[in-house]
Each structure stands twice: as C-alpha cells, then as structure tokens.
C-alpha cells in the first residue's frame, strides 16, 4: 500500500514563482526523500532529508521535516520552465533500502 | 555517474507470454528494484534483492517473480503476462542502509503493453 500522499496532485505557476508540494507518511521513517520525474522517464534523486533533520537545502530547493506531523514539503523557489515535471516523496523505513512512494504532484511551470 | 539501464523502452505482447524485462547497474550497487507505475498510483514495488541470488517481495509481487544471478543484473520475469500488467516499469539500483547513501538510481523505464 502507499504510504505517501502527496498534495496538491497538480499545480500549475508561471515562471518566477514558488512552488510548494507537501507530503504525507504514514508510520516512523529513517529519512524522506525526493525525486522528480520528466515526462515518460525514469526517476531523478533530488534530495534527502533524515528523520533527525528539520530542514535542509541544495540550491533552489529547501525542504522541512516535520515528524509530529509525518510530513515533509519541498519550496522550488524561483521557478524555471525547465521545472515542469511531477515531484515524488518517498519515505525510508525499517532496516532495507525501501522506499514508499507517494502518489506525485504534477507541476507545470507556463512562462 | 551511476548509470541504471533497461533492456527496452518500449515492448508489447500478447496475453500469455512470458515476458522478460532485464535491468543492468554498473556501480556494484548492492541494493536492485523492481516498481511499476501506473497513472494515479505512484510507483508500487514489485520485489527487491539486496544481494546476489537473494530476493524479497514488495506490495504487489503476485504474477511476477525475478532472477538476480550476477551483482549487476536484475530481471524480472512475466510469467504470463495478462492484460492489467500493461504498465510503466522502472529498475533501479542502491547502496545498502548505513552506508550514508541510500538515494536510488532509476533506469528510464520499459512501457509495457499487453495486448
């Protein structure tokens, strides 16, 4: 089952905007990642925050953690056409590398 | 860089082959998976090895199973493919917990059709 929901399903901004996706999980997680998808292909790391971190950034990208809450979001900040794709959390449990992904946020990036 | 391919962007067959979706990493990754994805449902795992020869079940292993005989190489084997495996599917690779890591490395995926 699919731990991860992610809202909203779809965004739509102009370029120069912030972008903003929340993501919810369901149980403990040793850290929750990101990826972004381009149209048809495969998945690209983005970043990955562990479980005793509450914020981190790399480049236009800053994400929270919030525990209490099971949930994360990810801020795209000034953002480019080149960002139009969908933007995936997945959350890390347990002892294996395996991840559950949310269902993804579609964003579309319109100059 | 990490390199994670597939053996066909593209592939459709009829109900009841047998279908093989073979999958290679080339940076002695320990960690391989097997996803499909599928329009509202995110991406789903089908099974994981985390060593040679050694294999686990994800959500959703029922109608397939998988052959990892060298570190490199994960397959995934349709033993007769029906019409609602007609998916995306997505190999990808890692390094094992604790090695400060654990991102996955994603093949660019095989749109299967079955028709």
């Excluded at chain 1, 048809?40 to 970043?47: E, F």
């Excluded at chain 1, 925050?49 to 914020?55: A, K, Q, T």
């Excluded at chain 2, 290679?24 to 089908?46: A, S, T």
């Amino acid at each position: 089952s699919q731990q991860g929901e992610e809202d909203p399903q779809a965004l739509s901004i102009q370029e120069g905007e912030n972008a903003t996706m929340n993501c919810s999980y369901k149980t403990s997680i040793n850290n929750l990642q990101w990826y972004r998808q381009n149209s048809g292909r495969g998945l690209v790391h983005l970043i990955l925050i562990r479980s005793n971190e509450r914020e981190k950034h790399s480049g236009r990208l800053r994400v929270t953690l919030d525990t209490s809450k099971k949930s994360s979001s990810l801020l795209i900040t000034a953002s480019r056409a080149a960002d139009t794709a969908s933007y995936f959390c997945a959350s890390s449990t347990g002892t294996a590398s395996k991840l559950t992904f949310g269902t993804g946020t579609r964003l579309q990036v319109t100059l | 860089d990490v390199k994670v391919t597939q053996s066909s962007r593209y592939l459709v067959k009829r109900t009841g082959e047998k279908v093989f979706l073979e999958c290679v990493q080339d940076m002695d990754h320990e960690n391989m998976f097997w996803y499909r994805q599928d329009p509202g449902l995110g991406l789903r795992l089908i099974y994981f090895s985390y060593d040679v020869k050694m294999k686990e079940k994800g959500d959703i292993p029922e109608g397939y199973s998988v052959s990892r005989e060298k570190k490199e190489r994960f397959s995934l084997i349709l033993e007769s493919a029906s019409t609602n495996q007609t998916s995306m599917y997505l190999c990808a690779s890692s390094l094992p917990p604790g090695s400060g890591k654990e991102t996955q490395y994603f093949g660019p995926g095989t749109r299967l059709l079955v028709l």
